[in-house]
Nanobody, 125 residues
């Protein structure tokens, strides 16, 4: 009965910052990779950032490197995405995702087993 719930979305001006959080409730096991994806209207869902169970392995889309930081707290079953220097192109629905028994971060959405319902991020210029 694992469930992922995102929060922290909203409206922000270009150049601003926003922090998203994802709470993973229910039974969890070790070696879960957690990640963030986003989807803008008319576009396919794309990988944003991911982190391994131990927190030491992170992976970012080229479009967000240097601006976004992903982190996780396994004791609280949460994963966060700190977004800085936001662009209008970052506007999308952001989804939290997870997959078990992975030791590197997949970038293909089809490989993830658990998904949140998404939170809207809108960046205005």
């Amino acid at each position: 009965q694992a469930q992922l719930v995102e929060s922290g979305g909203g409206l922000v001006q270009a150049g601003g910052s926003l922090r998203l959080s994802c709470a993973f409730s229910g039974r969890t096991v070790s070696d879960y990779v957690m990640a963030w994806f986003r989807q803008a209207p008319g576009k396919e869902r794309e990988f944003v950032a991911g982190v391994t169970w131990g927190g030491g392995g992170t992976r970012y889309a080229d479009s967000v490197k240097g601006r976004f930081t992903i982190s996780r707290d396994n004791r609280k079953n949460t994963v966060s995405l700190q977004m800085n220097s936001l662009h209008a192109e970052d506007t999308a629905i952001y989804y939290c995702a997870a997959i078990a028994t992975r030791f590197v971060v997949p970038v293909d959405a089809s490989e993830y087993s658990y998904w949140g319902q998404g939170t809207q991020v809108t960046v205005s210029s």
